[in-house]
């Protein structure tokens, strides 16, 4: 079975500044889907980012970006600029393309903090 | 285009009684998953339908159960509830194909045991 970790349960960043968020995952399968998804206090879950296991080029959506590493089974988020709107529970997610379906497996959370 | 809708968004509920939770997919979406979020074990799946046919299951006991109509919504049902059922518990919709990856999340209904 799969499992994802996330190590920070708070994080804190400065509006403007940079942070970054960990995720570490645990899989045997060479091929899956990896995501980071945003709630915030409206409880709404968010998809922010995804990543496709088998491209090499760590995906970019505006402010957000990751680092994917295979090898070492981790997948951080960058948050550039950090606005006051960030400020949320970040969730880093793991999805097999194996299985036929849409089952995802949630790593525990941070949560973010954006001080103005 | 209208997003996932989860109805009631609030309820509170006796221990002992049943409870059923709706899910609304978004239009064209023909696969619902099922989560609870609780702040001790984080976000947990509780299974997947698809067609009308459930095609993953977490690991949670049988009183809890689910099922698909023609059109895709989705309904999840509690029996027995206990103390611990308390949670948000999310639904999302994906569309099927080897290329959607993406689950739209509604915004959950909270449920209270007392």
């Known amino acids: 079975a799969q499992t994802v970790t996330q190590s920070q349960p708070e994080m804190s960043v400065q509006e403007a500044e940079t942070v970054t968020l960990s995720c570490t995952y645990d899989?045997?399968?060479?091929?899956?889907?990896l995501f980071w998804y945003k709630q915030p206090p409206s409880r709404q879950m968010i998809l922010v980012i995804r990543q496709e296991a088998y491209k090499q080029q760590n995906a970019t959506e505006n402010r957000f970006s990751v680092n994917f590493q295979k090898a070492a089974k981790s997948f951080s988020l960058k948050i550039s600029d950090s606005q006051l709107g960030d400020a949320a529970m970040y969730f880093c997610a793991y999805r097999s393309s194996n299985n036929a379906g849409n089952m995802l497996t949630f790593g525990g959370g941070t949560r973010l903090m954006v001080k103005p | 285009k209208a997003g996932v809708t989860q109805t009631p968004r609030y309820l509170i509920k006796t221990r002992g009684q049943q409870v059923t939770l709706s899910c609304s997919p978004i239009s064209g979406h023909r696969s619902v998953s099922w989560y609870q979020q609780t702040p001790g074990q984080g976000l947990q799946f509780l299974f997947e339908?698809?067609?009308?046919?459930?095609?993953n299951k977490g690991n949670f006991p049988g009183r809890f159960s689910g099922r698909q109509f023609s059109n895709s919504r989705s309904e999840m049902n509690v029996s027995t509830l206990e103390l611990g059922d308390s949670a948000l518990y999310l639904c999302?919709?994906?569309?099927?194909?080897?290329?959607?990856?993406?689950?739209?999340f509604g915004q959950g209904t909270r449920l209270t045991v007392v």
């Open positions: 899989t045997s399968e060479s091929d899956y889907y």
């Open positions: 339908y698809f067609s009308e046919t459930q095609r």
């Open positions: 999302a919709s994906s569309l099927v194909g080897p290329t959607n990856t993406e689950a739209f």
